[in-house]
C-alpha cells in the first residue's frame, strides 16, 4: 500500500500510485500531517473504486468478477476501505485476521479461494496451537472481506459464509492466570522498572489511575488541572472516536507527585508529560522495548505487561469497596460487565467469606 511523504517544491504531504499502465499519479494531500493521513485513506478508497468501475466498464461481463483480481490486491483494497471508513480498531483486527489466509493463498484470485481453503488454514492453525479467539479473527476477517465486496460488486455472493468459527474450547489454557496482581507483587515489578526511568514511574501512575499505556504516553501538560481537585482529562482514549467526550479522571496526591517529577526542560501545554532524554515523547513500542532490555535481567518480569497495571487498579477498587459505578467512570469502561471483567476475587477472600458465613452459622 502507499505511503504519504513530504514533497518539498510544493511543501505539502503527498502520496502516488501507479496507474495500469505502468504511470504515477500524485495526490496533494495539504501541509496538516493529521489531516493529511486521512486524506490519504479517502483518496485511496476513491482511486480503488474508480480503478474497478473502469476495469468494469471495459471487460467483457465475464471477466468482470474477482476471478481475475488476486488475492493479495483484493485484500489491500479491502484494508484500504475498512481503514478510510472504519474505526482504527475495527481496521486493525481485520488487518491482524486477514495475514494468515495471504500469507498461505496469495497465488490465489479472490474467487479461487474456497471454503475447503479456509478449512484446511483453519485446522493447520488448530494444529499449530494457536488459540481459538486468533484462528475465530482470521475465520471473521475473511468473512468480512467478502461481504464487503458484494457491495462493491466485486464478487457475486459470499462463498465462505459457510465457514463455521472453532469452539472457544480449542488450544484453551489449563488454567487462566490472573491479570491483576497482589500489591506486594506489583510494588516489586515498578521497583525494577525504575531501573529504566521513567518507565517506574509511568508503571505506578498506570497503577493509581486505571489508564491504559497508549493513554498515558498521550498526555500532554495542557490535559491537567492541578487545582483542586486535581483531574487529568483525556482527550483521546479507547471509545473518543465513537462517543465523541473526552474523559476526565481524578489525580491523587501520588500521581500528582510523579508528574510534577517529569518538570524538566521547555514545557509549553503541547508538551508531553512523559519524554525521553532527548526530549521526545514516548510511544507504547518504546516503553515495551525498554520492559523488554529488563525482562533479561529480572525473570520476575517476565509475566508483566502495563495492562496488568488497569486490572490490579481495578481489583483494588473492588476491595476498597468503591461502588461499581464509581469504578466504571474511573476505568472508563461503557459497561458495568466489563468492569466485572477487570475485578479478580483472590482466594484468600473466598476463604475469608465462607469463614464469616461458618461463625455466623455457629453462633445461631
Known sequence: MADIWWYETRQCWCTEVTLKDGRRKKFYLGRDKAKAKVMFHKKMAEFHEELNSAERDEVAPAARRSDSIPLLRFASQHLDWMKANRAHATWRTSRDGLKYVIRRYRDKTALGLSPSDIEALKADMVEAGYRSRTINIMIVSVKRMYNWGVRQNLVENNQLSGVEKVSSHVNAPDHVESLSMPPAMAKKCIELCRESQPLGDICEALLWTGMRVGEITNVRWGDIDFSEPATLTLHKHKTSDRTGRPRKIPLCSRVVELIEQQRTGDITPETHVFRGINGQPFTPSTLQNRLRRLREKHPEL???HFHRMRHTCATLLAKEKV??????????????????????????????ALERLSST???S
Open 361 to 363: 452459622e455457629d453462633t
Open 323 to 352: 461502588p461499581e459505578r464509581v469504578a466504571q467512570a474511573i476505568l472508563g469502561h461503557s459497561s458495568k460487565l466489563m468492569t466485572r471483567y477487570y475485578t479478580t476475587t483472590d482466594i484468600g477472600e473466598m476463604q475469608d
Open 302 to 304: 517476565r509475566s508483566f
